[in-house]
């Protein structure tokens, strides 16, 4: 069975540094999905935010809060667990260009104008989860490790 193409994808560096960037990563992004699919933590929820997402020019505004929020929330708890981090990661850095260059940069920089900070910083984050990969701890490694006793059949 040829499985270096998916063995590539589960691969990581081997470094515990990225154990930080994907938790608290993780939590953020899935606590910021939650509330726009579900309306938990003061969210909207997708109507809320689809209505808003609409009103900016994102059509259908429901369905990219479903999108939106989907990336998010499942991005995240991808990256809390270090399984599919490198897809998870590059879905989560299209959707902060996204959220960035729609909603954020007109705004300027800093986060006190509803500018582009904290989305750049996510932006940042998911680069660097997107080159390194889940890093030590993760759940990419056992599947990894399981596709290269595969290969060794």
Known sequence: MN???I???FTSE???STLSLRVVGGIIFAAHGAQKLFAWFGG???EGTGQWM???GLAPGYFMALMAGSAEFFGGLLLIAGLLTRPAALVLAVTMLVAIFSV???NGLFMSNNGYEFG??????SVSLLVT???KVGLDNIVSGKLSALDAK
């Open 14 to 16: 081997q470094t515990y």
């Open 44 to 46: 909207y929820g997708l």
């Open 133 to 135: 990969g889940a890093g």
């Open 120 to 125: 750049l910083a996510l932006f940042a984050l």
């Open 54 to 56: 609409e009103s900016i």
């Open 7 to 9: 063995k590539t994808l």
């Open 3 to 5: 499985t270096s193409i």
């Open 104 to 106: 954020h940069f007109e």
